[in-house]
């Protein structure tokens, strides 16, 4: 499960009936409507911690209930999946990604959805980030500046770099492209031709692997297991192709560098729907943007396909893998 799935989880799982928290008191119980892209049984064994959302008066059973949809990894069935929550109906809409928001907005203009997506603006989501004068506010993923620092990191350690394959081995290359507007535009911006692929196998790995150029490509892993990550990094460096993502923890896995900004924290994400639970109007919210960036390096994994990082990257790194 990647970092935006988990987090969803967080906000959306039972809070217990027991935390010693101060109740809601102003109104009757809210429902909050969630869809959830992955499996049931893989997001409800999930590790997960209520303590953000029970801090600020959420009782599990008290004043809030959870309506709960799964797409079983089944983009396409986020539209009768919304249409069914705001049947219900639900107070407020919790979306990550780009389909699933897109999908609740088809599904309705006037109920408040929280979403945590890439690019609002450009996604038609708000008109502006400090007014998004419509239902939908929430957490931007990303924004230009952090996505050109991005590209600028890996240009310092690849200045050979012409081609930026994203791949992911968890969702399909439409769901990945239309939540990596932000890297796709300053990638293109920096020169780089961009493909997005989804490997299903082993065998659709190493034949893209193959066709990428030698020493002047780096794949970028979205939405991909470790394991699988590891295994990719692996065929690359015999290639000698770097392996580069966000979630600091593939660096443990093989890959060269990571760089996430960070949104949807724990307490982030909780702040913004107690805020829409407790009646704000979204179109007066801003959305806001991540509260601070990770950058990870691997200088083992960088060596193995011959690259020496640049000096300033252990000085600048928040995480060197050992």
């Known amino acids: 499960m990647n970092r935006r799935h988990l987090l969803l989880a967080i906000a959306a799982l039972p809070l217990g009936a027991n935390a010693q928290t101060p109740a809601y008191t102003s109104g009757a119980k809210r ?13 409800e064994s999930s590790p997960h911690n209520a303590a953000p959302l029970a801090s600020l008066g ?11 949809r799964y797409a079983e ?7 009768a999946l919304a249409r069914e929550l ?24 006037t109920i408040p959805i929280c979403a945590i997506v890439d690019d609002p603006v450009g996604n038609g989501f708000a008109r502006t980030m400090a007014r998004p004068g419509g239902n939908i ?11 050109e620092k991005e590209l600028e990191l890996l240009r310092a350690a690849l200045p050979g770099l012409e081609h930026l394959a994203i791949v992911s081995a968890g969702y399909d290359a439409a769901y990945v492209r239309g939540n990596s507007q932000w890297l796709i535009k300053a990638a293109a911006k920096a020169g780089l031709k961009v ?21 002047k490509s780096a794949i970028y892993v979205r939405w991909t297991a470790r394991e699988d990550v590891a295994v990719m990094a692996r065929i690359a ?7 580069v993502g966000q979630e600091e923890e593939l660096v443990d896995h093989g890959a060269m560098m990571t760089f996430r900004p960070v949104i949807a924290e724990d307490r982030q994400l909780a702040t913004m729907l107690d805020r829409l639970l407790r009646g704000g109007n979204p179109a007066e919210i801003p959305f806001e943007l991540p509260t601070r960036s990770v950058f990870a390096i691997n200088p083992k994994a960088a060596a193995a396909i011959g690259i020496t990082l640049p ?8 995480k060197i893998a050992a």
């Open 31 to 43: 429902r909050l409507g969630v869809i959830y892209l992955g499996e049931r049984k893989a997001i």
């Open 58 to 68: 959420w009782v599990e059973g008290r004043n809030l209930d959870h309506v709960k």
């Open 73 to 79: 990894g089944d983009a396409a069935r986020f539209d």
């Open 86 to 109: 705001v049947a219900e109906p639900v107070d407020v809409l919790l979306a990550a990604g780009v389909p699933c928001t897109k999908a609740m907005q088809r599904a309705t203009k």
């Open 137 to 147: 506010t929430g957490l931007c993923e990303g924004y230009a500046e952090s996505s």
């Open 195 to 215: 493909d997005v692929f989804y490997v299903a196998s082993l065998k659709e790995m190493n034949e893209m692997i193959a066709a990428l150029p030698v020493q």
């Open 237 to 243: 460096s015999a290639r000698r192709i770097a392996i």
């Open 311 to 318: 000096k300033d990257f252990l000085v600048r790194a928040d």
